[in-house]
């Protein structure tokens, strides 16, 4: 049985990641103070509270599934450097939707000639602190790659926030002549919650390094 501890658990997303192992027999949920006997770290905190807990799992050895955001590039150095001491997964949308779209941008990149232009739409609540979202600047990143980006005229994130919404990403590609538009709408947390359960099963007998989505769900 997996023994695991959520860093953040009176959290919106650590309330609802604690009810999904509750609720599954191949889980045991570690409570405060006994992070010791944890195999595996679940963060969905801020990025002071991750960096702290961070220390503690390098000297307990203590694999860490992140998904907390916001973090500045000092702090995601310091996570870089301890990936090099326990394995970890830093994302900030554990989505098998998103993880799929992502994937189907970069295939239909690869294969577009047309110049286009493009526009990331990502809505959330109103209580999400950073903007843009984690997830639009991580479709960002893939779009931007030079072996894809090419014909890419132009690159813009547009943010909202409107009370109610778990989180909406859009990625449109548009000419003259097309428009094409890749969609995921998440309609509770759950799915995040289910994403870093199924992640932090794996990664407890993984080695140190930093790992990213498509090492576990391409697994399957």
Avoid: W
């Amino acid at each position: 049985m997996i023994k695991i501890f959520i860093n953040g658990q009176s959290g919106k997303m650590g309330s609802s990641i604690a009810d999904i192992a509750t609720e599954q027999g191949d889980l045991n949920l570690i409570q405060d103070g006994h992070i010791k006997n944890a195999d595996v770290l679940i963060d969905f905190s801020r990025p002071s509270s991750t960096l702290k807990i961070l220390e503690d799992c390098l000297k307990l050895n203590i694999p860490m599934v992140i998904g907390t955001t916001g973090f500045n590039k000092a702090e995601l150095s310091a996570i870089e450097e301890a990936s090099k001491k326990i394995p970890i997964l830093l994302a900030f949308n554990m989505s098998k939707g998103i993880f799929i779209i992502k994937k189907s941008i970069q295939d239909f990149l690869k294969s577009n000639s047309n110049k286009l232009k493009c526009t990331i739409e990502e809505v959330h609540h109103t209580e999400k602190v950073d903007s843009p979202s984690g997830t639009a600047i991580e479709l960002k990143n893939v779009i931007e790659k030079a072996d894809i980006a090419k014909n890419i005229s132009s690159l813009n994130i547009e943010s909202k926030r409107v009370q109610g919404v778990f989180g909406i990403h859009k990625v449109i590609f548009s000419s003259d002549s097309d428009y094409i538009e890749f969609k995921h709408e998440a309609l509770s947390r759950k799915v995040f919650a289910e994403g870093a359960i199924e992640i932090s099963k794996l990664i407890s007998s993984k080695s140190p390094k930093m790992y990213e989505l498509e090492d576990f769900f391409n697994a399957e």
